[in-house]
């Protein structure tokens, strides 16, 4: 999850790419709800994303493992609170990501 912040925190829209396998699937409920597929539509959703960043964004709030991957807590590209859980390929590429905003604040949750 380390490279997946770095790559957003850096702009670096093609290493964030590189994180995802070929057919990888986004889901984004963090407004109306979309769902993405390949890498073609992940450039498209997450390069203005990417390009306009709040200060805290992307900051890390809590990583929890789960049976089927990983569940992330961190700051959205707005600085808003956001929870995305991701699921993984065999060979550890991002497979699946499901994301929303979180239901409160981190800093009010004591997180």
């Given amino acids: 999850m380390v490279d997946w912040l770095d790559a957003c925190r850096n702009h670096d829209l093609s290493a964030l790419l590189d994180l995802y396998a070929n057919d990888a699937t986004l889901e984004c409920g963090c407004g109306e709800a979309k769902v993405r597929e390949g890498r073609a539509e992940l450039e498209s959703y997450w390069q203005p994303r990417l390009d306009a960043l ?29 929870r995305i859980v991701f699921g993984f390929t065999h060979d550890g590429k991002i497979r699946q990501t499901s994301c929303a905003p979180a239901r409160a604040s981190f800093a009010a949750a004591g997180g």
């Fill in 54 to 82: 709040a200060p805290t964004a992307f900051g890390l709030e809590e990583v929890t493992p789960t049976a089927e991957g990983v569940v992330l807590d961190y700051l959205s590209n707005e600085g808003k609170p956001v």
